[in-house]
């Protein structure tokens, strides 16, 4: 079983209290692509500039990635900058650049409109729809978003939520996407918009699966040091989305274990700069991980 993730393929300059780095990759479908790897073999749809480093190209083979997907349009590459507070929490968009993803329109190779499990990473809905429109009957669709298209492409993006299985969302974007501050209360209300299945990501206190049998609350393994959070959101689904395309059994079993080798990816991902700390573990450090977290919600 494989799995298909489209959304964008960076370059970020992150500034955080400590030190600043510009033009690494990153991009949602770079963090989710990479994570997925661990456990699936992956197919990257994007679009990058000529700006884009060869460098990076190498990363993404050496995690195996498809990149039939992957197209290099004249221009230059989205590229995003943020600045992180001291708590590392909180974030500021310095500057979004759309670059080639503005006109990018994907025409999937015909091997990937055949996979079963589907990651629309963040990225414009109607980029996400137009992915989803060239896929016949995938297994499972999951889509994760962010405030900027809840504010600039509300219509879109809800009705892409009617044709998704599951949404995976922040707790401050599940609470703009609802008008509902309290997340327990704001799942019940995502679900009346399409997705049988809701994930809200708590940042370092976890994440909750809301789904048809009830609840699931997930921790996030604890880190003593924090580096940088950026595509910690985008790390957790891919791991999720490629976890899940590896295994048999039951879908909501899959799901509860998914979100806790989506976690522990992600905590990777937190412990460096962009991809720097992720692409240099091991499918061995998850698992690890993994079993300490086990052991440390066993009571
Ligand atoms: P996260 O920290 O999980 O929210 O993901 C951050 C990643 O999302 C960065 O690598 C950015 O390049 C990417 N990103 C930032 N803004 C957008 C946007 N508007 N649409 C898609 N991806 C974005």
Redesign the pocket.
């Known amino acids: 079983m494989s799995l298909l993730v489209v959304?964008?393929t960076?370059l970020?300059s992150i500034k955080t209290p400590y030190a600043e780095n510009p033009r690494l990759l990153?991009?949602?479908a770079s963090?989710a692509a990479i994570a997925a790897s661990f456990f699936t073999k992956t197919h990257l749809v994007g679009a990058v500039g000529d700006d884009f480093p060869r460098k990076y190209i190498n990363l993404y083979r050496k995690h195996g990635l498809n990149l039939d997907g992957l197209q290099q349009l004249a221009g230059q590459t989205?590229h995003?900058s943020g600045e992180y507070e001291v708590n590392m929490n909180n974030r500021q968009?310095l500057d979004?650049v759309l670059g080639v993803i503005e006109n990018f329109s994907p025409t999937l190779p015909a091997a990937y409109t055949k996979l079963p499990y589907v990651l629309l990473a963040?990225?414009a809905p109607d980029l996400q729809a137009n992915v989803l429109d060239q896929m016949r009957r995938p297994k499972f669709v999951v889509a994760d978003t962010?405030d900027?298209w809840l504010n600039i492409a509300r219509e879109p993006l809800l009705k892409l939520l009617k044709r998704i299985d599951c949404l995976v969302l922040n707790d401050s974007e599940a609470a703009q996407l609802v008008e509902e501050d309290n997340v327990i209360a704001a799942m019940p209300r995502i679900h009346k918009l399409g997705p049988k299945y809701v994930i809200v990501k708590k940042g370092e206190h976890g994440s909750i699966l809301s789904s048809p049998k009830g609840l699931f609350i997930a921790p996030a393994y604890p880190l003593k040091k924090v580096v940088d959070?950026?595509?910690?959101?985008?790390s957790f689904v891919g791991g999720l989305m490629g976890y899940l395309a590896n295994q048999q059994g039951g879908l909501e079993k899959k799901l509860r274990a998914g979100i806790i080798q989506g976690s522990v990816t992600a905590s990777f991902c937190c412990e460096g700069f962009g991809l720097q700390k992720t692409a240099r573990i091991k499918k061995a450090d998850i698992t690890k991980r993994v079993r300490e977290l086990t052991r440390m919600v066993d009571w």
Not at 229 to 234: F, K
Request: net charge negative; charged share 10%; proline share 5%.
């Open positions: 959304g964008t960076a970020d990153g991009g949602s963090h989205f995003w968009t979004t963040n990225i962010m900027l959070p950026t595509g910690a959101g985008d």
